[in-house]
């Protein structure tokens, strides 16, 4: 009986290791949005709904969601927005953990930066298929348009990963290089060959989140 307990305890305590942390709560969201796990458990989000390392968040179309991670750094997706936490870990007493990796598929998104980003910018990654985004501590806007059906894009603009700085400063690499914007810039990366485009007013660029989100940091062509 006693080897019995011992094998449930240890089986009940790796499972709890293998677990995925909690990697931070839905704050507001205007329509469905869910969030799949790594094995392909699909669940519905509403506002005050926990996210995982490791879920994908999906929007639907019309749906604006603002995502407050537990070092108070935010995503807020636009709609038909699909975004993967590849990994988050973050604990306060313990910044050599740090560790936030994501992936736009498609769509769009604005990101703020919080506590792991202010003190271990390295450790933050935001990739996409046209290249990977780092931050020097800051506030950013991404769309990228597949070209094939995108839910909601903004007017006008190509397919391929479109930036915007409003705070701070991102760094883009792909296979062109390593390539700076500062705040008030706009950019254009075709593709994870290309070298990026850089611009000094709204190519067509939209964030408007419904007004019960507040107004700051939208963008408008």
């Known amino acids: ?9 240890l089986a009940l305590g790796a499972g709890g ?3 995925a942390q909690v990697a931070g709560v839905v704050l507001q969201v205007s329509g469905p949005m869910t969030a799949r796990s790594p094995a392909g458990v699909v ?8 996210v995982e390392s490791g879920d ?10 603002v995502v407050r991670f537990i070092d108070n750094s935010e995503l807020a997706l636009k709609p038909g927005t699909t975004v993967r936490i590849e990994q988050f870990a973050f604990d306060a007493a313990r910044p050599e953990a740090d560790r ?31 290249a990977t985004i ?6 950013f806007f991404l769309e990228y348009l597949t070209g094939k059906g995108d839910a909601d894009p903004s007017p006008g603009l190509e397919p ?7 705070a701070g400063g991102i760094s883009i690499v792909n296979g062109a290089g390593e390539f700076r914007y500062d705040p008030g810039q706009f950019g254009f990366i075709k593709d994870d060959k290309t070298r990026p485009v ?4 709204n190519p067509g660029m939209q964030f408007t989140p419904p007004v019960s989100f507040g107004t700051a940091d939208t963008l408008t062509p």
């Not at 994908?56 to 969601?65: I, K």
């Not at 850089?198 to 007013?201: G, P």
Request: charged letters at 20%; aromatic letters at 6%; glycine letters at 10%.
């Open 56 to 65: 994908t968040l999906s929007t639907a179309a019309g749906a604006y969601a």
């Open 134 to 139: 780092g931050i020097r501590g800051t506030t």
């Open 198 to 201: 850089k611009m000094f007013a």
């Open 1 to 9: 009986m006693r080897r019995i307990l011992l094998i449930l305890f």
């Open 17 to 19: 290791a293998l677990a």
């Open 160 to 166: 391929g990963l479109h930036v915007h700085v409003s």
């Open 100 to 130: 936030a990796a994501y992936t736009l598929v498609k769509g769009g998104l604005r990101s703020i930066t919080g506590l792991l980003g202010q003190r271990n910018k390295d450790r933050f990654a935001m990739k996409t298929p046209s």
């Open 43 to 50: 669940k519905n989000l509403q506002a005050k709904s926990e």
